[in-house]
Every structure is written in C-alpha cells, then in structure tokens.
C-alpha cells in the first residue's frame, strides 16, 4: 500500500511539474511583449521627432515593377547636342525636361518622391596607405550593405569627372552627372568615402524636407551665430533632382579650383569665416558662405539637420558604440519580438516595431541610439596623412569598431556576429533566441 502511495505521489508530482513547464512555455513564447512602461531603462517622458523615415514605413510592401526595358523613340533632352553633363556648362527648364522624361516612362512615375540615388567615390590610383584600399573596400561595402536593405541605388566614382575638381571639389561634377543620368530619382544623396552606415535601420526622413532641396548636418548658431566653418558639413548631404539644384551647384562649384577666381574666393572665405585654418577656396567654406551671403536667394531651401547624426563626428561616437550595442541587447532581451530571427528584406518592419522602445533615447553624446552616419573627417584612411591631432592608429582603430559594429546587424539576418567589434575577420554563428 506504501507504495502504491510513493507511485501516486511520484505521478501527481511529474504531472504538476509537466503542467507547470508547458504553462511557462507557452506563457513566455505566447504573453503578448510588454510595454515599455513596465521596464523604467526605456520608458523616457520626451520622445524625438525625426524618425519620420522610420515610423511611416508600411509594415506591408507593395511592389511596383519599373520597365528598364521601355524606351520611346520620342526626342528628349539626351538628344539635345546643346546640352552637357558637364559642370561648367549651364541647363536650364531642367524641371520641365525631367518631367518630360517622367511623362514618357510611366512605370518610374510610383514612389518617384521618394526614391534616392546614394553616390560615393574615391581617387582613381591606389593608395598610399599600407591598409587604405582595404578600408576603402570596406567603407565601399558598408553603403551597398545599407543602400540593398532599403532598395537605394548606388553609384560609385573613382574618376575626376572635372581634371581640376579633386579632392572635396569632386562631388560636384558627379552629383550633377548623376542628376542627368537619374531623372527617374528625387533624391541625390552624396555620402563621403570616409563616413559609416552605423544604424543600419533607420532613414532618412524625407517628410520633414517637403519644402527644402539641400539638406546638410550642422548647427545653426555656429553658421548664424559664430560664422563657424565648421558649423555645417559638405561631406554628407541629400539634395533635391531639380533646376533649383542645377542653379545653386553652378554657384557653389564656381569658388573651386577650375575658376579663375579660385584664390580670390580663399580670400572671401577666410574673411567671412573666422576660425577657417586656411587660406584655399573649400567646398564647405562655400556653402556656409552662400548660407550666410546669399540667404534670401538659397537659404529658404537649405534644411540644416541637427536633430540626428546625418553626419556624426567620429571621435565622439566611437567611445559609446559598445554601450549602444548593451543597450540594443538588454532591449531585445526584454523584447521577445524584437529578436525574432527574419528575412534581410523584412527589416523595415522590425525597424518600426523597434521605434517605440526607442521613444526618447536622446540625440548626440548622451544617446543610446544607435548614431546613424559615423564620419571621420579628418582621417584620411588613403593616404594616411590623418590629422596629427589623433594620436597613433585611433582613427584606423575607430573604423574598425564603426565597420564592424554597422557589419554586426547585417550579419544579423545571415546568423552569424562579429563577437569583437576590433576584430573583423572573427564571426560566430548566432544561438537561437539570441541574445537571451
């Protein structure tokens, strides 16, 4: 009798514990995710506002078919001998010629407002630094990682397409090339060599730039306020495909080296711009000019974005990308949703369900979201002549740990991670349910 009592006990007792453990499974993988409220590390009172570009993507895609192959016999501005690519020969009626072209490939019509052309680019030789064609390889590699996640095309310039327009002048002549060559793209978004996807998900968010054709990272009291050189920055900007563009970058390319008036402009520039180093016309000395000169005739168009990191100052972010990425992964942890294993393509989607527990992570040096575009101005990572003001290998050491962090949520989709963000070539295959 004793033991049928130990048998009963021993029954009832693995009964209890399977039904306990089925009730635990299915209230962990089945109890809707909690709200932020109930986690006080991302419940913040005052939520941002520039995440347009992420919070109106559609959790459902509808695909329209663009026909590459239609081209109508009809005469458009590409037969028009008059008319050049080249930046020192003016267009005009460029609206009405784009449009033209727009009424005759239909099919390009849908979702035109919002389609961009990303543009990047380097000098033609190789480089002078030992690891600088590899760096360049792999900043290359972190655009078109960024431009296939959200459908942009990508261009990619080692050319002079101007012989005198080297350097930072260089982009001129391709951003007006690309123009003509993509009438079927409302945005041209040129995006330094040297700068890094670091937010993978989020985008730009073109609602907040209806009314504006050029838009640049900056602070508007340093332009304004201080006349700072430095107050915006030319190594990043989105800028609109139309005649308003056409005009303002025949004006701004007019100060590079191709002018006669070239030093006269270093003269202006230096005048104007207190704490401008030297004495030679730049592209970033004349924008801030014409901002500052010509701000009936420009400024009403020029958006200066400060509300995110368009263009982030590397020497300031590098130093909490291991803090984002705790941060990212204490919210997955408690977001069961969030790390959900999913295709590359749906990735938008996640971005928006993201965004809610983002609400409120600040902007600039006390954020923990991630930063969107790390630039490091000043590096030079082909030739190697960084700035002597960052000591020793920082600035190879920085991009590392920028490229590689960005590489990490690529790799996501693909189940593998980079375990140390100063080690590239090391990856791990991802446990299921990571990071919990």
């Known amino acids: 009798m ?14 209890g514990s399977i039904l ?60 028009d001998p008059t008319i050049s ?15 033209e072209w727009l009424n005759l490939h239909p099919s390009f019509k849908p979702g035109v407002s919002e389609r961009i052309l990303v543009l990047t680019g380097s000098q033609p030789k190789p480089c002078k630094n030992p690891i600088g064609d590899h760096l360049q390889l792999r900043l290359f590699k972190n655009k078109v990682d960024y431009c296939r996640i959200h459908g942009y095309e990508i261009f990619y310039s080692n050319t002079f397409l101007q012989k005198k327009m080297r350097s930072f002048w260089a982009k001129l002549p391709v951003v007006k090339a690309a123009m003509m ?43 304004f306020g201080q006349k700072s050189w430095v107050g915006a920055n030319a190594g990043v900007f989105l800028i609109r495909n139309c005649q308003w563009s056409m005009d303002f970058m025949e004006v701004w390319a007019s100060m590079g080296p191709q002018s006669p008036d070239f030093d006269k402009w270093g003269k202006i520039q230096k005048s104007t711009l207190p704490d401008k180093l030297f004495p ?47 941060m990212y992964e204490d919210m997955e942890r408690w977001v069961r949703r969030l790390r959900r294993r999913y295709a590359e393509t749906n990735l938008e989607h996640y971005a928006v369900l993201r965004e809610k527990y983002l609400a409120g992570a600040g902007v600039g040096s006390d954020s923990w979201r991630r930063p969107f575009i790390t630039h490091f101005t000043g590096c030079q990572q082909c030739s190697g002549d960084h700035n002597p003001s960052y000591g020793g290998d920082s600035c190879w050491v920085g991009m590392e740990m ?19 963000v100063l080690n590239g070539s090391l990856v791990w295959p991802l446990s299921f349910d990571y990071p919990v």
């Not at 690519?85 to 449009?99: A, G, L, P, V, Y």
Request: aromatic share 16%; hydrophobic share 35%; proline share 6%.
């Open 280 to 326: 030679a016309s730049d592209d970033q000395s004349g924008l801030i000019y014409l901002i500052l000169k010509e701000r009936e005739k420009w400024g009403e168009k020029i958006f200066i974005e400060s509300d995110y990191e368009l263009s982030g100052y590397w020497l300031g972010i590098v130093k909490r990308l291991a803090n984002v990425s705790d």
């Open 181 to 223: 060559a993509h009438p079927e793209t409302e945005w041209i978004w040129w995006v330094d060599s040297d700068a890094v996807f670091t937010d993978m998900e989020f985008k730009a968010p073109l609602d907040r730039y209806l009314d504006y054709n050029l838009v640049v990272h900056g602070w508007p009291d340093m332009v």
């Open 2 to 15: 004793a033991k049928s009592n130990n048998q009963t006990s021993l029954y009832l007792t693995l009964t």
């Open 402 to 420: 920028a490229l590689n962090f960005a590489d990490n949520q690529v790799l996501r989709s693909y189940g593998f991670v980079h375990p140390d």
């Open 20 to 79: 306990g453990f089925l009730l635990l499974f299915f209230t962990y993988w089945f109890w809707p995710d909690p709200l932020p409220i109930h986690y006080p590390q991302f419940q913040i009172p005052n939520p941002i506002h520039f995440t347009d570009g992420i919070t109106s993507c559609p959790t459902t895609t509808t695909t329209t078919t663009t026909d590459r192959s239609h081209d109508p016999e009809n005469q458009t501005f590409y037969d």
């Open 85 to 99: 690519f080249s930046i020192e020969k003016s267009i005009t009626n460029w609206d009405e010629k784009r449009q």
